[in-house]
């Protein structure tokens, strides 16, 4: 773990542009999560689709998991906090994700693939983030890679912040990912009692932060458990201030580079154009999506 001293400088922090509740549902083949980032958000949080958070002890809430299902145009990010989850798909990919894992997957111009859990009992607990492709790679070659705990950057600050870098770069440490076209910054931070963290943020950059352990606090606004803060875009502003609480906290905090390009969306496909999207759902339909396993 890399310890540093200096806190990022941030003159001008972001406010709080308003707080999301997520929205119960199911997907796959019943697994219950909460849907935080959803569609009518997606101009907003450019170039972030979607964000699900799952946790629950109850097998029957995950056991049924993922099965075959296609994704084109966009990349899925999934991060284990705790629990097992088996990937394969038809580009002939297969991974384990465990506690602490990160699964980053370029669906690009498509694939169909699965999601699996692999124990019967016990917590099961992580999210999913989609984040989209500009227009010039959604027909490009489909990319994967697991990312055990021991391979995503870790460190502390000197008030005590503990940091997993999954993507970007916080504190002069690289993350695990790089993207050129949307400079996702994808952090996972955990705050002891009465403790600050601050993260500088390009002003052009849509971000938001999403609490899932304890309470946070940014500018006036508190921020509880199981909310997504949208952070407020102003030109003037280089980054945001987080401060804990009486209790320790943990959130994530996700950030990039609008596209500024026409979402079209059905389901699992994301392109720019209904055109395109029609086309998606017939290569799917006559199998020239991606080849099913045997």
Sequence with gaps: MTHVRDPEMVVRPRSVERLV???????GAGVKLTRVLTQPLQRRL????????FRSDDPGDYLAGFPDHPHRGFETVTYMIAGRMRHRDSAGHEGLLENGGVQWMSAARGLI????PEQEDGLMEGFQLWVNLPARDKMGEPWYRDFAAREI???TTASGATVRVIAGESHGVAGAVT???????????ELPPGARFTQSLPAGHNAFAYVY?????????????????????????DGVVVEAGGEPARFLLIAGRPLGEPIAQYGPFVMNTQEEIYAAVNDFREGRLGATRP
Excluded at 21 to 27: F, K, R
Excluded at 46 to 53: R, T, V, Y
Aim: glycine share 6%; charged share 25%.
């Design 21 to 27: 509740v997520g929205q119960a549902t199911s997907d």
């Design 46 to 53: 450019d170039p972030f689709l979607m964000l699900d958070a």
């Design 153 to 155: 950057p870790v460190f």
């Design 113 to 116: 693939h699965s999601e699996m």
């Design 179 to 189: 993207r050129e076209a949307t400079e996702p910054l994808y952090l996972d931070v």
């Design 213 to 237: 352990r304890g309470e946070i606090r940014i500018g006036e606004t508190a921020v509880p458990r199981q909310r997504m803060a949208i952070l407020a875009g102003a030109p003037e502003a």
